[in-house]
Nanobody, 118 residues
């Protein structure tokens, strides 16, 4: 299994970015997908999750609710994180993860850096 994140970069406060997580080697539709982030000197923080198959169920950390949107495209074997109204405190390395329902066996990507600064 392999997960590859992309779409990170430098953006000004108030700006937007869309992160992508391309997967291979798994039956993507069967997997729940999550996004985590880790800022320098801090623990990894859960950001958002989307359920397997149709992805009708999504959940968000309070810190990003109303600003970030997680989605998936099973035909593209990919998950996405649309990030709007970005704040300097959103600066972190963002990781996507995949796991089968009712397990805690995650597969992780290598991460993509998001920097929010003037």
């Amino acid at each position: 299994a392999r997960l590859v994140e992309s779409g990170g970069g430098l953006v000004q406060p108030g700006g937007s970015l869309r992160l992508s997580c391309k997967t291979s080697g798994i039956t993507f539709s069967r997997y729940n997908m999550v996004w985590y982030r880790q800022a320098p000197g801090k623990d990894r923080e859960w950001v958002a999750a989307i359920a397997s198959n149709s992805g009708r169920r999504t959940e968000y950390a309070d810190s990003v609710k109303g600003r970030f949107t997680i989605s998936r495209d099973n035909r593209q074997n990919s998950a996405y994180l649309q990030m709007n109204s970005l704040k300097p405190e959103d600066t972190a390395v963002y990781y996507c993860g995949a796991y089968l329902p009712y397990t805690d066996n995650y597969t992780w990507g290598q991460g993509t850096q998001v920097t929010v600064s003037e």
